[in-house]
């Protein structure tokens, strides 16, 4: 079974450009989740879908950031226009869903490390 | 708003030597997930609890989770190098969000 897939894994851009990244989830998982980590401080919640709908964006620090799940099954994260406090590793992770304990693990993808100069 | 907080931050050991981390929410949790980080990858889930004073067992590592369930704890017994990483717990609160710690990062010292 294949894991969570992020892409790109590293991205390079300057102040003012837009960035795309896009998490595949695991095959079946209705949730699906975007962190980050900025230099080498907390895993900061961002944002969780159901499905396709947003059930908590409540992490997304401003309106530079949109995130997408069309269809339910893979998303995409928008920075548009990118600053320097931007920069830091962005993860996804994505778990089953349901009442019980075991559908609720996430599980993460490798990250996109996002380097903003 | 919600915390969870854990300490200690870093933690230098001699291989061999055991290690603890130690996981405090400021609400109490529905369940407590642990992860792993090496450097440079991605976490990858260790372990979850569930029940209040529950404790489990992966090998040299023990978890658990506090009665009030408002607290956790990993242990290593006599590191090793290939136990070096970022050690997060996350826990999930009655409104279904899950909330990383912080981490604390293990140096082991062969």
């Known amino acids: 079974e294949a894991g969570v897939t992020q892409f790109p894994s590293h991205s390079v851009i300057e102040k003012g450009q837009t960035v795309t990244l896009r998490c595949d989830p695991i095959?079946?998982?209705?949730?699906l989740y975007w962190y980050r980590r900025v230099m080498g401080k907390e895993i900061k919640f961002l944002l969780h879908f159901v499905k396709e709908s947003k059930q908590d964006e409540s992490g997304m620090p401003n309106n530079r950031f949109l995130a997408e799940r069309t269809g339910g099954t893979y998303s995409t994260l928008k920075v548009q226009p990118a600053e320097l406090e931007d920069s830091g590793v962005y993860f996804c992770?994505?778990?089953?869903?349901?009442?019980?304990?075991?559908?609720?693990?996430?599980?993460f993808g490798a990250g996109t490390r996002l380097s903003v100069l | 708003g919600q915390q969870v907080m854990q300490i200690p931050q870093y933690q230098h050991v001699q291989e061999g030597e055991d290690f603890t981390t130690y996981c405090n929410s400021s609400?109490?949790?529905?369940?407590i997930q642990w992860y792993k980080q090496r450097p440079g990858g991605h976490p990858v889930f260790l372990i979850q609890?569930?029940?209040?004073?529950e404790v489990k067992k992966q090998k040299r590592l023990t978890f658990q989770f506090g009665e009030a369930k408002k607290n956790s704890s990993l242990h290593i017994t006599a590191t090793q190098t290939t136990d070096v990483g970022t050690y997060f717990c996350a826990g999930k609160t009655s409104y279904d969000k899950v909330i990383f710690g912080p981490g604390t990062s293990l140096s082991v010292i062969p």
């Open positions: 095959s079946g998982h209705d949730n």
């Open positions: 992770a994505s778990s089953q869903g349901g009442t019980r304990a075991a559908k609720n693990i996430q599980y």
């Open positions: 609400t109490t949790l529905s369940n």
């Open positions: 609890l569930v029940k209040s004073g």
